[in-house]
Protein backbone atom coordinates (compact mmCIF):
# COMPACT_ATOMS: atom_id res chain seq x y z
CA UNK A 1 0.00 0.00 0.00
CA UNK A 2 3.22 2.48 0.97
CA UNK A 3 4.86 1.62 -2.62
CA UNK A 4 1.41 1.93 -4.44
CA UNK A 5 1.02 5.71 -2.65
CA UNK A 6 4.83 6.97 -2.93
CA UNK A 7 4.74 5.29 -6.61
CA UNK A 8 1.36 7.03 -7.39
CA UNK A 9 2.84 10.82 -5.49
CA UNK A 10 6.57 10.25 -6.74
CA UNK A 11 6.72 12.13 -9.74
CA UNK A 12 4.44 15.19 -7.86
CA UNK A 13 5.63 14.92 -4.20
CA UNK A 14 7.49 18.68 -4.42
CA UNK A 15 4.66 20.07 -6.47
CA UNK A 16 2.34 18.66 -3.53
CA UNK A 17 5.39 20.02 -0.77
CA UNK A 18 4.38 23.38 -2.84
CA UNK A 19 0.94 23.59 -2.70
CA UNK A 20 1.17 22.52 1.21
CA UNK A 21 3.82 25.15 1.43
CA UNK A 22 2.18 27.68 -0.07
CA UNK A 23 -1.14 27.71 1.96
CA UNK A 24 0.86 27.52 5.08
CA UNK A 25 2.11 30.49 4.13
CA UNK A 26 -1.14 32.08 3.50
CA UNK A 27 -2.51 31.16 6.77
CA UNK A 28 0.57 32.17 8.84
CA UNK A 29 0.83 35.37 7.12
CA UNK A 30 -2.59 35.97 7.58
CA UNK A 31 -1.98 35.68 11.64
CA UNK A 32 0.91 37.97 11.16
CA UNK A 33 -1.01 40.57 9.96
CA UNK A 34 -3.87 39.92 12.40
CA UNK A 35 -1.02 39.65 15.45
CA UNK A 36 0.83 43.08 14.01
CA UNK A 37 -2.86 45.15 13.49
CA UNK A 38 -3.65 43.96 17.09
CA UNK A 39 -0.19 45.27 18.78
CA UNK A 40 -0.75 48.10 17.21
CA UNK A 41 -4.22 48.65 18.37
CA UNK A 42 -5.54 50.30 21.71
CA UNK A 43 -7.34 47.46 23.08
CA UNK A 44 -4.28 44.81 23.91
CA UNK A 45 -2.60 47.60 25.48
CA UNK A 46 -1.19 44.99 28.03
CA UNK A 47 -0.25 42.05 25.95
CA UNK A 48 2.04 43.92 23.66
CA UNK A 49 4.99 41.76 24.41
CA UNK A 50 3.35 38.76 24.25
CA UNK A 51 1.94 40.06 20.72
CA UNK A 52 5.57 41.02 19.49
CA UNK A 53 6.76 37.90 20.04
CA UNK A 54 4.24 35.81 18.77
CA UNK A 55 4.45 38.04 15.76
CA UNK A 56 8.12 37.94 14.83
CA UNK A 57 7.53 33.85 15.45
CA UNK A 58 4.45 34.12 12.90
CA UNK A 59 6.64 36.03 10.74
CA UNK A 60 9.74 34.09 10.35
CA UNK A 61 7.25 30.62 10.34
CA UNK A 62 5.67 32.73 6.77
CA UNK A 63 8.77 32.84 5.46
CA UNK A 64 10.13 29.72 5.79
CA UNK A 65 6.85 28.40 4.32
CA UNK A 66 7.23 30.93 1.51
CA UNK A 67 10.80 30.13 0.61
CA UNK A 68 9.97 26.17 0.69
CA UNK A 69 6.60 26.85 -1.68
CA UNK A 70 8.98 28.71 -4.34
CA UNK A 71 12.50 26.47 -4.00
CA UNK A 72 10.70 22.83 -3.84
CA UNK A 73 9.52 23.96 -7.47
CA UNK A 74 13.11 24.00 -8.61
CA UNK A 75 12.56 20.01 -8.71
CA UNK A 76 9.27 19.94 -10.48
CA UNK A 77 8.85 17.16 -12.88
CA UNK A 78 6.32 19.19 -14.93
CA UNK A 79 7.42 22.99 -14.89
CA UNK A 80 11.48 22.97 -14.86
CA UNK A 81 11.85 26.42 -13.54
CA UNK A 82 15.19 27.87 -12.97
CA UNK A 83 15.94 29.94 -10.18
CA UNK A 84 15.23 32.83 -11.99
CA UNK A 85 12.02 31.75 -12.85
CA UNK A 86 10.71 31.64 -9.26
CA UNK A 87 12.76 34.22 -7.82
CA UNK A 88 12.14 37.50 -10.67
CA UNK A 89 9.79 39.23 -11.70
CA UNK A 90 8.38 38.24 -15.30
CA UNK A 91 10.82 35.81 -16.35
CA UNK A 92 8.72 32.41 -16.08
CA UNK A 93 6.37 31.89 -18.74
CA UNK A 94 3.84 29.96 -16.28
CA UNK A 95 1.11 32.48 -16.00
CA UNK A 96 3.91 35.19 -15.62
CA UNK A 97 1.18 37.81 -14.21
CA UNK A 98 0.01 36.03 -11.16
CA UNK A 99 4.13 34.34 -10.82
CA UNK A 100 5.49 37.64 -10.72
CA UNK A 101 2.73 39.45 -8.22
CA UNK A 102 4.05 36.41 -5.94
CA UNK A 103 7.16 36.72 -6.54
CA UNK A 104 6.78 40.80 -5.35
CA UNK A 105 5.07 39.71 -2.55
CA UNK A 106 7.60 37.51 -1.25
CA UNK A 107 10.97 39.61 -1.59
CA UNK A 108 8.76 42.52 0.39
CA UNK A 109 7.51 40.21 3.17
CA UNK A 110 11.26 39.06 3.09
CA UNK A 111 12.86 42.64 3.25
CA UNK A 112 10.07 44.27 5.45
CA UNK A 113 10.37 41.30 7.67
CA UNK A 114 14.18 41.29 8.38
CA UNK A 115 14.05 45.09 8.23
CA UNK A 116 12.37 44.35 11.92
CA UNK A 117 16.34 43.73 13.24
CA UNK A 118 17.61 46.60 11.33
CA UNK A 119 15.31 48.70 13.13
CA UNK A 120 18.07 51.17 15.08
CA UNK A 121 20.04 52.04 12.26
CA UNK A 122 16.67 52.74 10.20
CA UNK A 123 15.19 54.81 12.71
CA UNK A 124 12.24 52.98 14.31
CA UNK A 125 10.08 55.97 13.21
CA UNK A 126 11.11 55.78 9.56
CA UNK A 127 10.88 52.03 10.18
CA UNK A 128 6.87 51.94 11.28
CA UNK A 129 6.04 53.99 8.25
CA UNK A 130 8.06 51.49 6.19
CA UNK A 131 6.80 48.22 7.68
CA UNK A 132 3.09 49.01 7.29
CA UNK A 133 3.56 47.63 3.21
CA UNK A 134 4.05 44.55 4.65
CA UNK A 135 0.19 44.93 4.68
CA UNK A 136 0.32 45.38 0.93
CA UNK A 137 2.37 42.55 0.76
CA UNK A 138 0.43 40.56 2.63
CA UNK A 139 -2.92 41.40 -0.15
CA UNK A 140 -0.34 40.44 -3.23
CA UNK A 141 -0.10 37.60 -1.54
CA UNK A 142 -3.44 36.91 -1.67
CA UNK A 143 -3.85 37.69 -5.22
CA UNK A 144 -1.08 35.45 -6.55
CA UNK A 145 -3.48 32.61 -4.26
CA UNK A 146 -6.58 33.30 -5.92
CA UNK A 147 -4.65 34.11 -9.43
CA UNK A 148 -2.13 30.93 -10.12
CA UNK A 149 -3.23 28.52 -7.09
CA UNK A 150 -3.89 25.14 -8.26
CA UNK A 151 -6.76 25.02 -6.19
CA UNK A 152 -7.92 28.38 -6.50
CA UNK A 153 -11.03 27.44 -7.71
CA UNK A 154 -11.94 24.48 -5.03
CA UNK A 155 -14.58 25.38 -1.87
CA UNK A 156 -11.90 24.31 0.59
CA UNK A 157 -9.68 26.71 -0.60
CA UNK A 158 -11.69 29.24 -1.23
CA UNK A 159 -12.94 28.69 2.19
CA UNK A 160 -9.38 28.33 4.28
CA UNK A 161 -8.68 31.29 2.46
CA UNK A 162 -11.92 33.26 3.94
CA UNK A 163 -11.20 32.15 7.62
CA UNK A 164 -7.83 33.20 7.07
CA UNK A 165 -8.13 36.48 5.69
CA UNK A 166 -11.45 37.95 7.14
CA UNK A 167 -10.22 38.72 10.70
CA UNK A 168 -7.10 40.09 9.19
CA UNK A 169 -9.06 42.28 6.45
CA UNK A 170 -11.38 43.03 8.74
CA UNK A 171 -8.44 44.32 11.59
CA UNK A 172 -6.92 46.31 8.32
CA UNK A 173 -9.59 48.08 7.27
CA UNK A 174 -10.87 49.29 11.16
CA UNK A 175 -7.18 50.16 11.25
CA UNK A 176 -7.41 52.55 8.03
CA UNK A 177 -10.88 54.34 8.96
CA UNK A 178 -8.83 54.75 12.31
CA UNK A 179 -6.11 56.07 11.28
CA UNK A 180 -7.23 59.50 10.11
CA UNK A 181 -9.37 60.78 12.69
CA UNK A 182 -6.44 59.75 15.38
CA UNK A 183 -3.45 61.00 13.65
CA UNK A 184 -5.40 64.40 13.49
CA UNK A 185 -5.90 64.59 16.98
CA UNK A 186 -2.51 63.62 18.01
CA UNK A 187 -1.65 66.94 15.71
CA UNK A 188 -3.56 68.93 17.62
CA UNK A 189 -1.45 70.50 20.82
CA UNK A 190 -3.14 70.26 24.02
CA UNK A 191 -3.85 73.44 25.73
CA UNK A 192 -3.71 73.66 29.22
CA UNK A 193 -5.08 76.75 31.58
CA UNK A 194 -2.82 77.71 34.30
CA UNK A 195 -4.92 78.57 37.35
CA UNK A 196 -5.60 82.64 37.29
CA UNK A 197 -4.34 82.80 33.52
CA UNK A 198 -7.45 84.16 31.83
CA UNK A 199 -8.12 82.77 28.11
Keep these: MHGMLATATGPYLLWITSRAAGSAALILSSLTVCAGLLMGGRTVSGHRHELR ?99 AGQAWFLAMIALAAAPALLLLLARLLDTQPFAHARAQPTQTTQPGVAR
Excluded at 60 to 72: E, N, P, Y
Excluded at 103 to 114: K, N, P, Q, R, T
Aim: hydrophobic share 55%; charged share 10%.
Design 53 to 151: VTHEALSLAALAALAVHGLSLLGDGYLHPSLADVSIPLVSSYKTLWTSIGIVAFWMLLVLGLSYYARARIGVQRWRKLHRFAALAWLLGLVHALGEGTD
